[in-house]
């Protein structure tokens, strides 16, 4: 984690990015991350002025009228087996979005107490230079993942479109960009057509803004615990020197041992938070990435159609995220385990001794995320994950094979 964040510090004039305040960098942030909220009508930082407005409404119409016009489409409108497994592979976004979106809306208190808190941790702590780093490069870490999704959200958005305009401008043919219709609205009549495409292009928007945004909340939120255990480290670092030099008194070492007790409370309090708050909202993720990624990849390997490659790009990538984030807390965990453990804690008094002690127990049960306390959300589960979906695949060819 260190080598990939001192990798890309390169690009910028180290000494000009640490006389630049993280508590700039962190508000440029979350304006950005305003943007899609604003525009799914999501805006949980508005405060007290937050109410749900007709972009909220129309995400949540969007949605119920999703599952109407896919159940419609496949009971009443479909007899392509290959189309309706295709549609289904996307009803698993729509899955997503409307956990995502409760989620956001039945927690709205909560999102902004960690807002305050995040903003007040820059306020505090950009002002002493090496937390100030620390800060600076967790936010920049954030900046750059969440710039490389949404040039793949993006991507997958537009691949979408792909296949209606090749077959109107090769074959002269006007077909749907999902199969998707909507009931009493017949696509095959101009007008009919217009309508639906206007519906389907209105739902890609939403769905992108909308997983962009949610995503960008859990990531802020997650890798923020880099720069607080960097925060830490300094602090143990502090420590060191501290008994190492004869001006300090052991009061004055004795209060910088509370500050370190209550930092690695407020460390696990925050950690205990994060998996509260997600570990359904990731047991959806994964389910549903599994769910789309199997159907999507039969359609893909039957069909041969690959203009839906883009899609599985980005569910992948949406996928292997969640677990990267998993990981990025795991190891930061350990990370604080071994600043505990070398730190000169043999030369303070007994008392501060034994504090320190059941500061190294405790962070040796760290909390995890996981996906809905099923198993740990790392590295390790994505490729037991990515086996899974593999075996599924293998299922579903095999399965239509002997038909």
Not at 176 to 200: M, R
Not at 209 to 224: F, T
Not at 298 to 310: E, H, K, Q
Request: aromatic share 14%; hydrophobic share 50%.
């Amino acid at each position: 984690m260190d080598r990939f964040l001192t990798t890309h510090l390169r690009m910028f004039d180290e000494k000009r990015l640490s006389l630049l305040s993280s508590q700039d960098f962190f508000d440029e942030m979350i304006n950005f991350l305003r943007v899609f909220l604003t525009f799914c009508g999501s805006d949980v930082l508005l405060m007290e002025k937050f109410r749900w407005n007709a972009r909220t409404w129309l995400c949540f119409w969007t949605l119920v009228s999703f599952a109407i016009t896919l159940f419609y489409t496949i009971v009443f409108r479909s007899d392509d087996i290959y189309a309706i497994l295709d549609t289904l592979s996307y009803s698993g976004i729509a899955i997503q979005g409307a956990f995502k979106m409760h989620g956001a809306l039945s927690r709205v208190k909560l999102f902004q107490q960690k807002y305050l808190s995040l903003k007040a941790l820059h306020a505090r702590f950009s002002k002493e230079p090496d937390n100030n780093m620390a800060l600076n490069k967790c936010v920049l870490t954030i900046t750059y993942i969440f710039r490389f999704f949404l040039l793949i959200y993006a991507a997958g958005g537009l691949a979408f479109f792909v296949i209606p305009l090749y077959v109107l401008f090769v074959y002269q043919k006007v077909v749907l960009i999902l199969h998707v219709e909507i009931p009493f609205v017949d696509p095959d009549v101009f007008s009919g057509y217009v309508i639906t495409t206007a519906y389907q292009v209105m739902m890609i928007a939403l769905a992108i803004a909308g997983i962009l945004a949610a995503d960008m909340a859990i990531m802020i939120l997650v890798l923020h615990i880099v720069g607080i255990v960097d925060i830490f480290a300094n602090k143990l670092k502090e420590l060191d020197r501290m008994l190492e030099d004869v001006r300090y008194d052991k009061q004055q070492i004795h209060e910088k041992v509370t500050e370190i007790c209550v930092m690695h409370r407020e460390i696990i309090k925050y950690e205990e938070d994060l998996d509260e708050c997600y570990h359904t909202t990731v047991f959806v993720q994964v389910l549903t990435s599994v769910a789309c990624l199997s159907l999507a990849l039969f359609v893909v390997y039957m069909t041969n159609d690959w203009t839906r490659a883009m899609f599985l790009a980005a569910t992948f990538f949406q996928l292997l995220e969640f677990c990267i984030l998993g990981t990025a807390l795991t190891l930061k965990n350990d990370q604080a385990r071994v600043a505990i453990y070398h730190t000169k804690w043999y030369l303070l008094t007994t008392s501060d001794q034994r504090r320190m002690q059941f500061v190294l127990h405790r962070s040796q049960n760290a909390v995890e995320m996981t996906i809905g306390g099923v198993a740990l959300l790392n590295m390790e589960t994505f490729v037991a994950i990515i086996k899974t979906i593999y075996s599924y695949f293998t299922m579903l060819v095999t399965f239509i094979s002997k038909e």
